[in-house]
């Protein structure tokens, strides 16, 4: 047993049975002790997606050459966009025709879209493989939408496509304030998402709101002519 215990040579070499690696040592004895055998790993570096803020976001374009890619619908898109973004949308109006999808779709139409705009869609299939006909994996890309829950799923996506240099906006374009980026549109980026009768309404709200604040000051100003008024009402 002398020898064995502390007195290996510092040259290690190695054989293989089978194509499985051993490690061999050998002593000063010349002989040799097999140990246990080498496991190879195939380590994989997991890209980690950066999540910013709508501040963070604009410096990334600005210093870190970040591109935009938009993955909203087609209808928030073309309400408001950052200038030289790019569009890939990660749903796509669903205008299947099969009884199921129709009668989704007619629900959805008298509630979210009439009141909300929003369009009846579904998951875009083709999203991955567009993105990776634009872009590379070392692509550096800020992904965006309204709220910042479609961009998180885009992400994870392009994530596991072997994307490397994702960033989403947080709470998304909804928290960017005006005069943040270039845009493109009829309206702010924070309001792109804005449609239906919800904005007719708050137009009225508006309206309505401006008449009554203006009637009482009248009245609290001028209560001699309101009193006049008021007497020329029918019914008075």
């Known amino acids: 047993m002398a020898g064995i215990g502390c007195c290996f040579s510092p040259t290690l070499?190695?054989?293989?049975?089978?194509r499985t690696p051993w490690l061999v040592f050998e002593t000063h004895r010349?002989?040799?002790?097999?140990?246990?055998?080498?496991?190879?790993?195939?380590?994989?570096?997991?890209?980690?997606v950066n999540y910013v803020s709508a501040e963070e976001a604009k410096e990334l374009?600005?210093?870190?050459?970040?591109?935009?890619?938009?993955?909203?619908d087609a209808k928030?898109?073309?309400?408001?966009?950052?200038?030289?973004?790019?569009?890939?949308?990660?749903?796509?109006?669903?205008?299947?025709?099969?009884?199921?999808?129709?009668i989704k779709r007619?629900?959805?139409?008298?509630?979210?879209?009439?009141?909300?705009?929003?369009?009846?869609?579904?998951l875009n299939p083709d999203f991955v493989e567009s993105v990776k006909s634009k872009f590379s994996p070392e692509s550096k890309l800020l992904l965006v939408c309204q709220e910042g829950?479609?961009?998180?799923?885009?992400?994870?996506?392009?994530?596991?496509?072997?994307?490397?240099?994702?960033?989403?906006?947080?709470?998304?374009l909804q928290s960017v304030k005006s005069g943040m980026f270039d845009t493109v549109g009829s309206t702010e980026l924070k309001d792109a998402g804005k449609a239906g009768l919800v904005t007719i309404q708050g137009k009225i709200s508006?309206?309505?709101?401006?008449?009554?604040?203006?009637?009482?000051?009248?009245?609290?100003?001028?209560?001699?002519?309101?009193?006049k008024l008021l007497a020329l009402a029918p019914g008075s």
Not at 32 to 45: A, D, E, H, Q, S
Not at 106 to 122: I, S
């Open 61 to 72: 374009v600005a210093v870190d050459g970040f591109t935009v890619l938009d993955i909203r």
């Open 30 to 48: 010349g002989q040799t002790v097999t140990g246990k055998p080498l496991r190879r790993r195939n380590l994989k570096i997991k890209a980690v």
């Open 206 to 227: 508006v309206v309505l709101g401006t008449v009554l604040i203006c009637a009482f000051l009248f009245i609290t100003f001028f209560p001699d002519q309101a009193e």
């Open 106 to 122: 007619q629900a959805h139409n008298n509630f979210a879209g009439l009141f909300y705009g929003l369009a009846f869609t579904k």
């Open 13 to 18: 070499s190695s054989r293989s049975n089978l």
């Open 76 to 102: 928030q898109f073309d309400r408001a966009h950052i200038k030289s973004s790019h569009h890939v949308p990660l749903f796509i109006e669903n205008k299947d025709n099969d009884l199921g999808t129709i």
């Open 149 to 172: 829950l479609r961009s998180t799923s885009a992400a994870q996506k392009l994530e596991e496509a072997g994307f490397k240099n994702v960033a989403c906006v947080t709470s998304g």
